[in-house]
């Protein structure tokens, strides 16, 4: 089994700083692209950034140029640095990651972590 353990978060008043970290750990052969989900109240999930194993990234228009994506292949790590946060950053962040077992990708959640953005 595979788990991803997600730390960071909180509470910031705008135009603050936070930083989210994500670890995956279990049976891992490889991991191809990591990511971050977010889903605000009554919204559906939505991508904010991605990296993939050999570090191309790709960001959700609200937050390029405010957030940035990095991951660490030899510790299966994923962070997500967040400046200039905005309320409408204000959501519950998902660490995703897509896992290589044998000839099959398995796609796998973090357990969630608050981000709340005080105006």
């Known amino acids: 089994q595979v788990q991803l353990v997600e730390s960071g978060g909180g509470l910031v008043q705008a135009g603050g700083s936070l930083r989210l970290s994500c670890a995956a750990s279990?049976?891992?052969?490889?991991?191809?692209?990591m990511g971050w989900y977010r889903q605000a109240a009554g919204k559906e999930r939505e991508l904010v950034a991605t990296?993939?194993?050999?570090?191309?990234?790709n960001y959700a228009d609200s937050v390029k140029g405010r957030f940035t994506i990095s991951r660490d292949n030899t510790k299966n790590t994923v962070s997500l640095q967040m400046d200039s946060l905005k309320p409408e950053d204000t959501a519950v962040y998902y660490c995703n990651a897509k896992v290589v077992k044998g000839e099959w990708q398995y796609t796998y959640w973090g357990q969630g972590n608050q981000v709340t953005v005080s105006s």
């Open positions: 279990g049976s891992i052969f490889s991991i191809n692209a």
């Open positions: 990296i993939t194993n050999s570090g191309s990234t």
